[in-house]
C-alpha cells in the first residue's frame, strides 16, 4: 500500500509539473522563455509512458501520462498562440 501511494504522489507531481509555467505564460501573455524543444520532447515521453501503461494496464500509469500529455499540447498550442 505504501508504494502504492508514493505512486500516486509521484505521478501528482509530474502530471502537474508544467502547470506553473502554463500559467506564467498566460499571465504574461509570452513564450519567449519557453523551450518549445522541452515541450515536445516531454510530449513524446509521456505519450510513450501512457502506451507502456496501458501495455502493463496500470491506471496510475495511464491516467497520469495521458493527463501530462493533454497538459503539454494545451502549453504548445499557448507558446505558439503567444509567439
Same mark, same amino acid.
Given at each position: 500500500?505504501?508504494?502504492? *501511494?508514493?505512486g500516486?504522489?509521484?505521478? +501528482? +507531481? %509530474? %502530471?502537474?509539473?508544467?502547470?506553473p509555467?502554463?500559467?506564467?505564460?498566460? =499571465?504574461?501573455?509570452?513564450? =519567449?522563455?519557453?523551450? +518549445?524543444? %522541452? !515541450?515536445?520532447?516531454?510530449?513524446?515521453?509521456?505519450? !510513450?509512458? #501512457? !502506451? $507502456?501503461?496501458?501495455? +502493463?494496464?496500470?491506471?496510475? /500509469? *495511464?491516467? #497520469?501520462?495521458?493527463?501530462?500529455? *493533454? %497538459? /503539454? #499540447?494545451?502549453?504548445?498550442v !499557448? $507558446? $505558439?498562440? /503567444?509567439?
Open positions: 500500500m505504501e508504494w502504492f *501511494i508514493i500516486i504522489a509521484a505521478a +501528482l +507531481l %509530474t %502530471t502537474f509539473g508544467f502547470v509555467q502554463i500559467i506564467k505564460m498566460h =499571465r504574461t501573455k509570452s513564450s =519567449r522563455d519557453v523551450s +518549445l524543444a %522541452t !515541450l515536445v520532447q516531454f510530449s513524446a515521453g509521456v505519450f !510513450l509512458w #501512457a !502506451l $507502456y501503461g496501458i501495455h +502493463l494496464g496500470d491506471p496510475i /500509469l *495511464i491516467a #497520469a501520462n495521458v493527463i501530462s500529455f *493533454i %497538459t /503539454l #499540447a494545451a502549453a504548445i !499557448l $507558446y $505558439y498562440y /503567444l509567439k
